[in-house]
């Protein structure tokens, strides 16, 4: 009976461990990477052709330190390194490019639902500051180069993490809702353009293994 009762008592403390408790910290490193492409139809004013792009693609490798706030209130500062490459026009056979290479900073908030004692649903919001560089193919030969920068807020809605053992954990998300607002400013010149962006990413996902202490 004794050893009944320890065998329950270890059983409650090694699912204790796996609770997202106030205090508990931990660092992460997370890839991610949306690919896809689109549709782009051009006119000269008598007929329209339309061409299907090559792939797209945004690939990204962040390093995260954190802390929970709250019991099952997790937050996190991320610093990555994001790449960009999109097609923008066909150009006889060959399509060009817009490619960006930057570095940006983003302090998050994610809330944990329990699934199971190990697994979590944990959707998270984002608020992003990017900057880097800009590289748009004017011709195959000519490329503009620029600087760019601006910031961002997402929202992870399709986020889940696994608890391995008490001190490992996996986490894995697709789909983002994403607002951006980007300018960018030539090297030889004084004028600068902002875009808007407004999107919901479905053939995005990312890829996370965090170690708590």
Not at 31 to 40: E, H, L, P, T
Not at 111 to 117: A, L, N, Q, W
Request: aromatic share 14%; net charge positive; proline share 3%.
């Amino acid at each position: 009976m004794k050893k009944i009762v320890l065998s329950i008592a270890a059983l409650f403390v090694f699912v204790a461990t796996f609770a997202q408790t106030k205090g508990e910290k931990y660092i992460a490193a997370t890839a991610s990477a949306s690919f896809g492409n689109q549709n782009i139809a051009t006119s000269n004013g008598f007929s329209t052709d339309n061409a299907k792009s090559p792939l797209g693609s945004t690939i990204s490798i962040q390093g995260e330190l954190g802390v929970f706030i709250a019991d099952k209130v997790r937050f996190g500062l991320a610093i990555g390194v994001p790449f960009t490459s999109t097609p923008t026009t066909q150009s006889g056979s060959d399509w060009l490019y817009a490619k960006t290479l930057g570095v940006n900073i983003t302090p998050n908030l994610a809330f944990y639902g329990r699934i199971t004692d190990s697994f979590f649903y944990a959707p998270e919001l984002g608020l992003a500051y990017e900057t880097g560089r800009y590289e748009e193919d004017v011709v195959a030969s000519y490329s503009f180069n620029a600087k760019y920068s601006g910031w961002g807020v997402s929202a992870n809605l399709l986020s889940f993490e696994f608890r391995i053992n008490p001190k490992i954990a996996l986490g894995v998300s697709a789909g983002a809702l994403t607002y951006l607002k980007v300018t960018v400013k030539a090297d030889s010149s004084a004028a600068s353009v902002t875009t808007e962006q407004r999107r919901f990413d479905l053939n995005s996902g990312s890829l996370c293994i965090r170690h708590y202490f």
